[in-house]
């Protein structure tokens, strides 16, 4: 697991803002609008929040949303593959591996085998956790239908 970097504080009235227009712009279910609007959000904000952070943080709407939406294998895979370009927390990364299994159960049966090798590497990382991250994840593992 790569250490992900921290995200700015939402003290900070940039990153505040940025959060709240992201939020905003995610409450849509028209993809080709969504990803337009996420264009201009990232246009708007550049040079006011940290671009790392930025980046990420509109990779993990990205793919949150494709894989909500139920979007075709080749979005919610490209999604992914940008998500994973970045250092992701142990929460977020099994969190995400936990959506895209759902997605893959439900629109591509041909991408399960590379969804449980994501929660396989999230099982396999269990021991090191304290008590609470993993009881918190193997909830989350459990919540999946097999």
Avoid at 1 to 26: V, Y
Wanted: aromatic share 10%; proline share 6%.
């Amino acid at each position: 697991m790569k250490e992900a970097f921290a995200d700015p504080s939402l003290h900070d009235p940039h990153w505040r803002a940025f959060i709240l227009d992201m939020e905003n712009t995610s409450a849509r279910r028209e993809w080709r609008r969504f990803r337009a609007d996420l264009r201009r959000l990232e246009q708007r904000h550049t040079g006011r929040v940290p671009t790392a952070p930025m980046h990420r943080a509109l990779a993990e709407d990205v793919f949150l949303c494709a894989a909500h939406w139920e979007q075709t294998p080749r979005i919610v895979r490209g999604a992914l593959r940008a998500l994973l370009r970045y250092p992701l927390r142990f929460a977020l990364y099994s969190f995400v591996a936990a959506e895209y299994w759902r997605w893959a159960s439900r629109v591509s049966p041909a991408d399960l085998p590379a969804a449980e090798a994501m929660l396989a590497e999230v099982r396999a990382y269990l021991p090191s956790l304290d008590e609470h991250e993993r009881w918190n994840t193997q909830g989350l593992l459990a919540s999946l239908k097999r």
